[in-house]
């Protein structure tokens, strides 16, 4: 019962909220590329992604300096009936504001979005 309600108390804030969304659409995305979006600094975007993270709701991985995020794997019933659920309550039109701003911080126009740690990495590589 103790994880199930530090679940639901990692899933009762906005902020927090709007990471999952973000993370249910575009799956494993960079804490460089989440804080511009939700409009927030690094610290506290990467405090709300470690709740998230000690939450069970999503893992972490490291490459240099990015550090990446992406939802937890569907071995869990729980998290699986989770995200299922989520997918449905989170809809565009809930979302489109997080969406617009994704879009307007991660994609030129004319090119395939590409958010800013793949940018990087492909101007380092030129």
Not at 14 to 22: N, Q, S
Not at 35 to 43: K, L, N, R
Not at 90 to 115: D, I, K, M
């Amino acid at each position: 019962m103790d994880e199930l309600a530090n679940i639901f108390k990692a899933l009762g804030d906005e902020t927090r909220l709007k990471l999952v969304a973000l993370l249910l659409r575009h799956g494993e995305l960079c804490v460089c590329d989440l804080e511009h979006v939700i409009g927030a600094s690094q610290s506290k975007t990467s405090r709300h992604l470690r709740y998230l993270l000690h939450a069970g709701l999503v893992t972490d991985r490291r490459e240099g300096v990015w550090s990446y995020y992406k939802l937890a794997g569907e071995s869990d019933d729980r998290i699986k009936l989770l995200r299922s659920t989520l997918k449905r309550l989170l809809t565009p039109e809930l979302t489109q504001q997080l969406e617009t701003g994704f879009v307007s911080w991660c994609c030129a126009p004319g090119s395939n979005c590409s958010p800013a740690a793949a940018k990087s990495l492909a101007n380092a590589a030129k």
